[in-house]
C-alpha cells in the first residue's frame, strides 16, 4: 500500500522493482536477471518518447535501463556487438516486472523491423505520434543544435544544419515530390485541389517505399518529412509485426492527459493502472506534467531533459502552412 505524504508525493510499495532478491517458499526464489526487453518504444522522434520514459520508469512493474537511448538495432556498430551486449545494458528484473527500452530513431530505419523481429518476435511496441508539422520543426531545431564538428555529420545533416527551417522543406519537399509540386506547396498551397492532393500523395509514397524496400536511411533533409508519415511507416512495421502487438499512442494526449495515455500503455501491457491522474503534476512554465515522486532524483521540472526548444522558438507562417497542406495530402 502507499502512504500519502505531503506536498504531493507519495511512497512507493515495496514490489519485485525495489527489492533485490525475494525468497518465495521452501526451494522457490524469484530470479532476477538480465535478458531482452519485453516492450519497445520505437518512436516517434520528437513526439515526447523522453517523458514517456520518465513516466512509465515510476510505474513499480516497469524497468528501463538507466541509460536514455540504447540505438541497438539501427546502429551497426552497436548491433554487430551481438544480442549479449544488448542484454547487458538492460536493467536486472524479476519474473513480476517488464523491461523496455527506448531508442526514437528505431521507426524510420527499414532493418530495425527485420532485426527486431529475429531476436525477439513477441515483443510489444509503442509508438508516439504527434502533429507531424511540429515535429518536423522540433527535428529541424534538434539537428541545428548539434554540437559535433560538422565534417563529422552525414552532408544531408549538414545541409540542414546551414539552412533555415523554410529552405530545409522546401529542398525536402523538391526531392521527394518535385520542384513543381515543391513551389506550388510553398507558394500556392491555396490552388491544391483533390486531383493534386492525390498526385502528392502518390509521389511521396513512391519515394518513400522505394528507400525503405531498399533497405536504406532516410536521408535528410526528406527525413524531416518521412518521420511524420506515421501511417506509413506503421503500415511497414505491421507487415512484419502482428499489428496487435503495436500501439500507437496519441502523442497529444501524452502531453494534455499523460494519466489517460499511461492508461492505454498499462492496458496494452496487460499490467495494473497505477500512473493515475493523482500521481502527475503540471509544470507551469511549460504546460507539460512531470510525477510527483520521492523516489526519481530527477526534479519534477525537467521531465524531457533539455527538450522544450519549440516553446521558445516559432517556425515561418509560411513553412507551418506549406506542411499543414502537404500533410493534409498525405492523410
Ligand atoms: N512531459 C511531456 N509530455 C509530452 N511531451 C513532452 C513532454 N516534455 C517534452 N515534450 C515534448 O517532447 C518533445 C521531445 O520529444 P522526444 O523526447 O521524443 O525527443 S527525442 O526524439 O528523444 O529527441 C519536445 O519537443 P521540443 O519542444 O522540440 O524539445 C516536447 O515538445
Known sequence: MREEEEEGTFQFRETAKTQESVEEGVGQQKVYEKRLPDFIIIGMQKCGTTALKYYLEVHPNLLAPDRGEIHFFEKDGNFNKGK???ISEMPSAGPDSLVFEKTP???????????IFELKPDVKLIVTTCDPVKRAFSNFLHLT???RPIDEVAPGVQFVMNSTFDEAIFAALKKSVGEKNA???FEKPDEINEEKREEIRETFTSFASKIWDDNKKFPMPEGLLVKGYYKFLIEKWSQ??????ILPLNGTLLSSSPWNA???IEDFLEIENFLTEDKFSRIEDTNFYCIKTNRKKRPCSKPGGKKGRTLETKMSEKAQYALRVFYHALS
Not at 105 to 115: E, F, G, L
Not at 240 to 245: H, M, Q, R, S
Open 84 to 86: 549479449d551486449w544488448y
Open 240 to 245: 512484419i509485426f502482428p499489428p496487435e502487438n
Open 145 to 147: 543544435s548539434v554540437e
Open 262 to 264: 499511461s492508461r492505454q
Open 105 to 115: 530513431d528505431y521507426m524510420a530505419v527499414p532493418i530495425v523491423p527485420k532485426r
Open 183 to 185: 513551389k506550388l506547396i
